[in-house]
């Protein structure tokens, strides 16, 4: 497994744009597929976006696709998720997560970050 810590999440005016960061630790983070889920209040974790091991493949979730974008740097352990024209509705905790196969269901998921707070004011 690896262990993951995110940052860059805070207040932000619909709008605007933030860019999530994701520091993994271990060798082996050119062996997993990295995704991004959220989590708004009291609702179940989602999907919101994910990355090939090589960073070849991207995948979004409808609600993200044309405003988000994901991406890595594997020589330095990182993942990234570049939010822009942020809505309300994109209000949640957004979590970092490592997957040695799948891309989009949260069970094929094998290590989770802690998550970081985004809030979008309207």
């Known amino acids: 497994q690896v262990q993951l810590v995110e940052s860059g999440g805070g207040l932000v005016q619909a709008g605007g744009s933030l860019r999530l960061s994701c520091a993994a630790s271990?060798?082996?983070?050119?062996?997993?597929?990295m995704g991004w889920f959220r989590q708004a209040p009291g609702k179940e974790r989602e999907f919101a976006a994910a990355i090939s091991r090589s960073g070849g493949s991207t995948f979004y979730a409808d609600s993200v696709k044309g405003r988000f974008t994901i991406s890595r740097d594997n020589a330095n352990n990182m993942v990234y998720l570049q939010m822009n024209s942020l809505k309300p509705e994109d209000t949640a905790i957004y979590y970092c997560?490592?997957?040695?196969?799948?891309?989009?269901?949260?069970?094929?998921?094998?290590?989770w970050g802690q998550g970081t707070q985004v809030t979008v004011s309207s």
């Open positions: 997560a490592a997957s040695r196969n799948g891309y989009i269901s949260a069970k094929g998921y094998d290590s």
């Open positions: 271990g060798r082996t983070f050119g062996n997993y597929n």
